[in-house]
């Protein structure tokens, strides 16, 4: 399988923030922003991978500026690093007022893919390589991102039996 560069699994969208999007604030709904995230995020990993995709993991979702309605916001994601089957991917959303041009940085996000086939089972990913040097850098420091999720993901499945499906309400 021939690897990829970065560059070739480039994604993006921009969008009008509209008051059915945004809070009693006047800004975008946290779950709304996230779904563009999910969105953009799986096209790039498809891009990649040539192959559907499923999310698998959301590293972080870090709100860093609000969006507010009447904006525009534009969202990039691309291919960082791939193991096996499944691909990291680094988000990002840029707030416009485009009667100022005043551009924010509102949110970044690392999130996993998993491609798969027809039949929803896991199937390989091309490598991918850096061209630039922020995507050199996104790319060496992905094996402890992963290395985060794996122990996160530990953790995770420990609280679910922990847990259990029983309502704390149900006796």
């Known amino acids: 399988m021939n690897a990829k560069p970065c560059s070739a699994s480039l ?23 996230m779904a563009h995230l999910d969105d953009i995020g799986g ?7 040539n192959s559907p995709v499923v999310t698998a993991s959301t590293d ?24 096996h ?19 924010t940085a509102c949110t970044t996000a690392f999130m996993t893919f998993v491609a798969v086939d027809e039949n929803g089972r896991p199937v390989e990913v091309p490598p991918v390589y850096p ?17 985060r999720r794996a122990e996160r993901r530990k953790q995770s499945k420990q609280l679910a039996e922990t847990f259990g499906t029983v309502y704390r309400t149900e006796k």
């Open 131 to 147: 061209e630039t040097e922020d995507e050199k850098m996104l790319h060496e420091s992905a094996p402890l991102r992963a290395n």
């Open 43 to 49: 096209i790039a990993a498809v891009k990649h991978a």
């Open 85 to 103: 089957t499944s691909m990291e991917v680094f988000i990002r959303a840029i707030t416009e007022d485009l009667r100022t041009g005043e551009r």
């Open 60 to 83: 972080s979702v870090d709100f860093l500026a609000p969006v507010k309605v009447g904006q525009y916001i534009s969202i990039e994601a691309f291919v960082t690093w791939t193991r």
């Open 11 to 33: 994604a993006l969208k921009t969008t009008h923030v509209l008051p059915p999007d945004t809070n009693h604030y006047g800004t975008l709904f946290g779950g709304q922003l």
